[in-house]
């Protein structure tokens, strides 16, 4: 009898926890209040452009409020860990980057999410980085940067926005390449590495395309060449690193992605991957997205394996450079 007792309450608390769990599959209203969009950065940034731009187009597309919440620090991570957590619901997403999705957990030790955490929703845009030099370098193209590095090893710096970030990795990946040796310098951001170079404080940077662009086009900085395999068709002038021998295995872009916590339930994936797949087709929308210096990226491509592939490929480059934050 006792057992059977223990039995009922079991199969009873089972049940709790089921219709819990399916609550969500339940309710064919979805969404039916505002949703929230976590960016990992403060305003201003590409993630923070991308995924305002996104939150926009979907609140139209689900007729509900997509409502942004910049949760800035630890390079993404503290956001990204806010949705890891967060109830599988759908009223809690994000898009974000790289460095939160890929890199983060690779170096900073404290990071306590893995991608396993997160449903992915879809690859929404990507565009390269670009290595720029100073005009105090004296250098307009890979050929003359080569040179001057290689004949001075240790003499010179180059800029990121940070420890383990994409652009810090990215420079890393040139130095390995080339064989190079310059001294990393992590600035709190793109805005005070760019009054350095502008100010000829050090001869070298990395920055995102959309972040270089108007300092490169003012004649400010100089254009040493994209980091993605092919030329950006946003910037056909600029040429890809890959195109010099010493570099031709460089291909690193900077990408953001859509993605939920994970054991979001399929009826409400399928509710929001189409809603996103809505916007990346529109033309109006990609418009916009390359005056960012962005492009739409390959939807043919599974989001889950390419962000796999991505953080095996950055796990390469911090074992080799030896990053720790």
């Known amino acids: ?9 079991t199969a009873l608390a089972c049940g709790i926890a089921l219709l819990a769990a399916g609550s969500a599959f339940a309710d064919p209203s979805y969404p039916n209040k505002p949703i929230t969009m976590v960016i990992g950065y403060p ?35 503290i956001g990204a860990q806010k949705v890891a957590k ?53 250098v307009k193209n890979t050929a003359e940067f080569i040179a001057a590095v290689a004949k001075n090893p240790g003499k010179f710096s180059y800029g990121s926005s940070g420890v383990g970030t994409a ?3 990215a420079g890393e990946t040139v130095q ?10 992590p600035y709190r951001g793109v805005a005070p590495l760019t009054t350095d170079l502008v100010g000829n404080n050090i001869e070298y940077g990395v920055f995102v395309l959309s972040s270089g662009l108007p300092q490169i086009q003012s004649g400010k900085v100089i254009a040493l060449g994209t980091t993605e395999a092919k030329r950006s068709a946003i910037t ?10 010493a570099f031709k295995n460089v291909d690193l872009g900077s990408w953001f992605a859509m993605m939920g916590p994970a054991n979001l339930p399929k009826p409400i994936q399928d509710k929001l991957k189409k809603a996103l797949s809505d916007t990346l087709a529109s033309a109006d ?24 592939a991505e ?10 450079a030896k990053i720790e934050d």
């Open 43 to 77: 305003p201003g940034g590409s993630t923070d452009l991308i995924g305002r731009m996104v939150g926009t187009e979907l609140a139209t597309r689900l007729g509900q409020p997509v409502v942004i919440e910049n949760l800035g620090g630890a390079g993404g991570a």
């Open 86 to 138: 967060a109830n599988p619901d759908g009223y809690t997403i994000m898009v974000g980057a790289n460095n939160e999705l890929a890199i983060a957990r690779l170096i900073n030790k404290s990071v306590k999410y893995s991608i396993q955490d997160f449903t992915a929703l879809g690859l929404v845009a990507s565009q390269p980085m670009v290595l720029v030099a100073s005009q105090k370098a004296g």
């Open 236 to 245: 056909p002038d600029i040429p890809a690193l890959s195109e010099n021998p």
């Open 1 to 9: 009898m006792q057992n059977t007792s223990i039995l009922r309450r």
């Open 311 to 320: 953080i095996a490929k950055y796990a390469k480059i911090v074992d080799i």
């Open 176 to 185: 390995d390449q080339g064989n190079l040796k310059m001294t990393h310098i």
């Open 167 to 169: 652009l810090h990795l």
């Open 285 to 308: 929308f990609r418009k916009k997205l390359a005056a960012t210096g962005s492009t739409v990226m390959d939807q043919k491509v599974d989001p889950a394996k390419f962000i796999d």
